[in-house]
């Protein structure tokens, strides 16, 4: 599906109709738009996550069993981790 539009003096754009309605677009919906070379390519901006109450993520996230860790393992951890990917 193919359209041409013009550029208004404000740097503005009309998308017609009958390709908002083939991507669903929706009035006040964001759009990425990326350089390649001299084209312009917009596309639809991945929505954002819903929220999600602290009773939700409770219930989506499994509770820790085992030993407690110190925060200072976790760094530890997570500086390895860093540490082996950089020499992949």
Known sequence: MNARTR???KGQIVIPKDIRDALQLE???FLDIVREGR???LQAA???RGKI???EFRRRIP???GPAVTIEEMNSAVD????????E
């Open 80 to 87: 390895a981790m860093f540490t082996a990917k950089g020499r």
């Open 7 to 9: 550029l208004s003096s």
């Open 63 to 65: 509770r820790h069993e």
């Open 39 to 41: 084209r312009i390519v």
């Open 53 to 55: 109450s602290y009773a």
């Open 46 to 48: 991945e929505p954002a």
């Open 27 to 29: 009035p006040g919906e």
